[in-house]
Each structure stands twice: as C-alpha cells, then as structure tokens.
C-alpha cells in the first residue's frame, strides 16, 4: 500500500489548483538506479492503464503502474520543511537503501 500524509494531500491539493488539474488522479512512480538508489517521479495523470494499481489516500487517487508496486509498497509520501527551510516532498520508504527514519532524506519536488 501507498499512502500521502495530511501536509502531502493539502499540498497536492493546492499544485493540482495552480495547474488547472484539479479531480486528476496523481501517478506515482519509481525506479531502482544502477548504484542501487531510487529514482522517483509524480505527476498528475489524464489517462489511467487497465494495469495501474488505484488507491485513495486523503481523497486522491494514487496510480502505480504495477513494476513500481514493488519499490513503493509501505511508501507514505509527505510534506515537510527542511533543516534550510526550504519546504518539499519526501518519501518515507523503508525498501529505498537511502531512506532513514531519522533524516527523511529521499526527497522529491513536485
């Protein structure tokens, strides 16, 4: 499963308003990198595949592709600002070899 926290949903919210893609449903991917690191990519999606993997998290729906599922299955996506103060996305993924709990450092602008 796939989640996004509150502060993810409000600030998906808010780029789908800007962006005129509001009721669109997110598509999340990822990849595993050659040195072993993950790769991550979101977007707002005008066409679903009959092989996508739908969920609703915080009333958006969350396409995966199926080769994705993998990677970001346990996955919750958040919102947060940073030791810099700049504010980003993050995924807290427990299969990325990056990722630790403590320092929230698989990062990602949308």
Not at 16 to 43: C, I, T, W
Not at 78 to 90: A, K, M, R, S, T
Not at 91 to 106: I, L, M
């Amino acid at each position: 499963m796939f989640t996004i926290s509150e502060a993810a949903a409000k600030q998906i919210k808010e780029s789908a308003k800007q962006s005129q893609s509001e009721g669109l449903p997110l598509r999340v991917a990822a990849k595993k990198n050659v040195d072993g690191s993950f790769h991550y990519g979101v977007g707002f999606e005008e066409t679903t595949k009959e092989e996508d993997l739908a969920f609703k998290s915080h009333d958006i729906t969350i396409l995966i592709a199926p080769q994705s599922m993998p990677l970001l299955n346990g996955t919750e996506m958040d919102f947060v600002q940073l030791d810099n103060g700049e504010e980003h996305f993050i995924f807290k993924n427990p299969n990325d070899p990056s990722y630790t709990a403590e320092d929230n450092n698989s990062e990602h602008n949308l």
